[in-house]
């Protein structure tokens, strides 16, 4: 089994800072690319940023400038630094994983339950 577990939403107004983090545990051999993506009421699921295993990040234009993706390869964590948040940020956060579970098994992709963020105008 492997679990995602994201922390650091909230409230916060416009302008405003989050930190995002997700842990990621269980039986975990290999993390390849990791990710954030969010999800607003009645719209698709995006793709913020996303990082490989080498740490090169890449972003969608929405939050290029604003947000900033890291790793932390020891700790199998990935964040996400939201600065200059805006009411349009509002949405659920999710973090992903491409993680290999054993040696030579598949890697498989891995979700997070989700975190809440809100920015009040």
């Known amino acids: 089994q492997v679990q995602l577990v994201e922390s650091g939403g909230g409230l916060v107004q416009a302008g405003g800072s989050l930190r995002l983090s997700c842990t990621a545990s269980?039986?975990?051999?290999?993390?390849?690319?990791m990710g954030w993506y969010r999800q607003a009421p009645g719209k698709q699921r995006e793709l913020l940023a996303a990082?490989?295993?080498?740490?090169?990040?890449n972003y969608a234009d929405s939050v290029r400038g604003r947000f900033t993706i890291s790793r932390d390869n020891a700790k199998n964590t990935v964040s996400l630094q939201m600065n200059n948040l805006k009411p349009e940020d509002t949405a659920v956060y999710y973090c992903?994983?491409?993680?290999?579970?054993?040696?030579?098994?598949?890697?498989?992709?891995?979700w997070g339950q989700g975190t809440q963020v809100t920015v009040s105008s």
């Open positions: 992903n994983a491409y993680i290999q579970r054993h040696i030579g098994s598949y890697f498989t992709t891995c």
């Open positions: 269980g039986t975990i051999f290999s993390i390849n690319a």
């Open positions: 990082i490989t295993g080498g740490g090169s990040p």
